[in-house]
């Protein structure tokens, strides 16, 4: 996972986002959107994934996630 604070210069993250334990608890399969938020543009993510493609897990279903994230001002 990669930051930025103006878009142009970028670092990665030396921690799993999420507070993930394995690269297994990392999401993925969201969509994000920019609005202009009072305090300026806001980054909002909805959705995510952590199913598996392992077929033989009766529980990978549940793995699915309606998360909303907001991050900015």
Do not use: H, K
């Not at 993250?13 to 608890?25: I, K, M, R, V, Y």
């Not at 909002?44 to 493609?53: A, L, N, Y």
């Amino acid at each position: 996972m990669w930051r930025s604070v103006d878009g142009a210069e970028w670092t990665q993250l030396s921690s799993q986002p999420w507070n993930a334990g394995t690269p297994d608890d990392v999401r993925y399969d969201f969509d994000s959107i920019t609005v202009d938020g009072e305090a300026g543009q806001v980054i909002i993510t909805v959705g995510g994934d952590r199913e598996t493609f392992d077929f033989d897990d009766p529980e990978n279903y549940l793995r699915g996630e309606d998360d909303v994230w907001r991050f900015g001002p």
